[in-house]
């Protein structure tokens, strides 16, 4: 089907024309449909909330609490996060490039998601140190202040990290939002939907057009 086409009654001769056609084009505002997941508020989301997960873990990283193999990981897909965050909010004025790119960014932010959300739990496991080494301590003060110490840095480091999870969840879902929206734009999952137009004449007009074709 091309992007118009004409359906008449049947039964009326092709010279006269029709009291109703039917024409089908393509809906020319659809990108407006990108709006209507607030794309402004869930990119700033997913910048917010990534620049967090970076200076979170930057933070313990430069302390010496961190793991640098999976830190600097977290850390650089965190930052497509925010890259994917920054697209969606610059895609409001409903350019097709820039469309395209922000669905591309929210499937890149999705796996970074994923594989943040999996290094997470790895570092929530990790997060016991042990504190069982402070009962060999010697001298009963000295034992008493380390494992207390080390307690409390263990329920640090296992708060942190299962928010972490928590945040890497919802930015996941922010992630697969954007990324149907932009899809629904762009129409790459299928042909771009098309729109009925009806088109009804009134008798004195179909008459006139009649005389003018018999003319």
Not at 103 to 129: D, E
Request: hydrophobic share 45%; net charge neutral; charged share 15%.
């Amino acid at each position: 089907m091309s992007d118009e086409e004409v359906v008449v009654e049947e039964g009326i001769p092709s010279s006269q024309n029709p009291l109703v056609s039917v024409t089908f084009q393509r809906d020319s505002r659809r990108k407006e449909k990108y709006l209507e997941a607030e794309p402004k508020a869930l990119g700033i989301t997913q910048i917010g909330l990534g620049l967090y997960k970076i200076i979170g873990v930057g933070v313990l990283l430069a302390k010496g609490q961190g793991e640098p193999s999976l830190d600097i990981t977290l850390i650089v897909l965190s930052l497509l996060v925010v890259i994917a965050g920054y697209v969606a909010v610059s895609a409001q004025n409903l350019h097709l490039p820039k469309l395209r790119a922000c669905l591309g960014m929210q499937i890149v932010s999705c796996v970074a998601c994923i594989v943040n959300m999996i290094f997470t739990l790895v570092k929530l496991g990790n997060s016991v140190h042990g504190c069982w080494v402070y009962t060999y301590d010697s001298g009963e003060n000295n034992k008493s202040k380390y494992a207390e110490m080390c307690h409390q840095l263990e329920k640090m480091h296992a708060h942190f990290f299962a928010g972490g999870v928590l945040i890497q969840a919802a930015l996941l879902a922010i992630s697969v939002t954007l990324a149907a929206y932009c899809c629904k734009v762009v129409n790459c999952c299928g042909p771009a939907p098309k729109m009925p137009m009806i088109t009804v004449q009134t008798p004195q007009r179909a008459e006139t057009n009649q005389l003018n074709v018999q003319d």
